[in-house]
């Protein structure tokens, strides 16, 4: 409940398919409160792997009373969550209390990650100790075989599972074992009994393909980001802009010369833009 204050959520911090309606209520992670020249900015967001797991926190008590723990969690938001729980107490089963009767909790917390036009799946792992078996968990639900460490100090782990199954414990365009590999923190290489797949290692650090231009947006390596800054525009202006999804000068004039109102951007924005456009 933000009262009389105002929560910017940059384009990198959202659900890429998410479509949000004005006058409609949503819970987002508050991530950060960012000093500005012209006082605090409240950054929230909907994309980050913290807010699945804050959602899991009011759907399931077990986790406020700590009796169930949540160890790790991996997310490309809008698609797919894999998050790994452990019991800190002897006889209670923690993929049972997140899932809740009949699956109660879980579809809350899915429902809430329903808004845009594809659906979030979210696997509830069970953590162990044991690094071999926490990937066999993680690579879940295909069925593993064998696994054996052929790099320790590089965290290298090859994992062989049956012929049939290799395509589901990939996924859908690497995306399984992706977020095994990013849940375990370990390097994973796949392969069939017989079927060999080459150059198929998936680490920790790999990105989707559809989420690169996000993460340059995010560390200020993309064009979009320069060209806003460049124009000298204060950081709550271009934080605005890019809310909207105007990342680039380009576009900015185009909506400018139409005349078009930007939420979020009042009469004195639009003078500093102007001036910015040199209009």
């Given at each position: ?5 105002t ?20 819970k987002v ?10 006082g605090k ?9 913290e ?8 759907e ?29 107490v ?23 990650l ?7 799946k ?25 696994t ?17 199954q290799l ?22 290489d ?16 790999d ?24 124009l000298?525009?204060s ?45």
């Amino acid at each position: 409940e933000l009262t009389k204050a105002t929560a910017f959520m940059p384009y990198e911090e959202r659900v890429p398919d998410e479509f949000y309606r004005s006058g409609s209520k949503h819970k987002v992670l508050l991530k950060e409160i960012r000093e500005t020249q012209r006082g605090k900015m409240i950054i929230v967001s909907r994309s980050d792997a913290e807010f699945v797991k804050a959602l899991f926190r009011l759907e399931i008590p077990e986790l406020l009373s700590e009796t169930v723990e949540i160890k790790a969690i991996a997310r490309e938001s809008g698609q797919r969550s894999k998050v790994a729980v452990a019991s800190n107490v002897e006889g209670i089963d923690p993929i049972g209390a997140c899932v809740g009767q009949r699956g109660s909790r879980i579809t809350a917390i899915m429902d809430e990650l329903k808004m845009g036009r594809t659906e979030e799946k979210v696997d509830i792992i069970l953590w162990d100790e044991d690094d071999s078996q926490f990937v066999i968990n993680a690579l879940s639900p295909a069925q593993v075989v064998s696994t054996k460490v052929t790099d320790k100090e590089r965290k290298i782990i090859q994992v062989i599972v049956p012929d049939e199954q290799l395509s589901l414990a990939i996924g859908r365009d690497g995306q399984n074992v992706r977020l095994a590999a990013k849940l375990t923190g370990w390097n994973i290489d796949i392969q069939g009994e017989t079927v060999k797949v080459e150059n198929e290692v998936a680490s920790p650090d790999d990105v989707a393909a559809d989420q690169v231009e996000e993460q340059d947006v995010d560390t200020g390596d993309s064009k979009t980001e320069n060209e806003l800054e460049a124009l000298g525009l204060s950081s709550r202006v271009v934080t605005a802009l890019e809310a909207e999804g105007i990342t680039t000068k380009e576009e900015l004039s185009s909506k400018m010369e139409e005349g078009e109102k930007i939420p979020g951007i009042g009469p004195k924005a639009v003078e500093e833009i102007n001036k910015a456009l040199n209009y």
